[in-house]
């Protein structure tokens, strides 16, 4: 079982930005890609964005306000996310996905083969 472990979520105003972090290991970015998801009170779990660790090659996520990256050098996968709404108040999970040139045909939850624990993002009005 791959191991993730998502960081950096919290409270935040509207308009604001966080930056989360999901700590992996170099196996496992050399074996899979990875995928940022969210899950609201209420909701099914839906893609946010995902990053091929082959090519680098990233989805487009809600209008641009949030962007995938990878530090190669560190094993971490950032999601940066700009411009909040309380809409994306969620609970944020990376996952491990098919390790792909191109990320957009499994960016999805049911390619995803192993979760991290979760962290809450809550944007208040």
């Known amino acids: 079982q791959e191991q993730l472990v998502e960081s950096g979520g919290g409270l935040v105003q509207s308009g604001g930005s966080l930056r989360l972090s999901c700590a992996a290991s170099?196996?496992?970015?050399?074996?899979?890609?990875i995928g940022w998801f969210r899950q609201a009170p209420g909701k099914e779990r839906e893609a946010v964005a995902c990053i091929s660790t082959i090519s680098s090659i990233t989805t487009n996520s809600r209008n641009g306000r949030f962007y995938i990256s990878m530090d190669g050098a560190n094993d971490i996968v950032h999601l940066q996310m700009d411009s909040l709404k309380v809409e994306d108040t969620a609970v944020y999970y990376c996952a491990t996905l098919p390790r792909t040139w191109t990320i957009q045909g499994v960016c999805n939850p049911t390619s995803v083969s192993a979760w991290g624990q979760g962290t809450q993002v809550t944007v208040s009005a």
């Open positions: 170099r196996e496992t970015l050399n074996t899979y890609s």
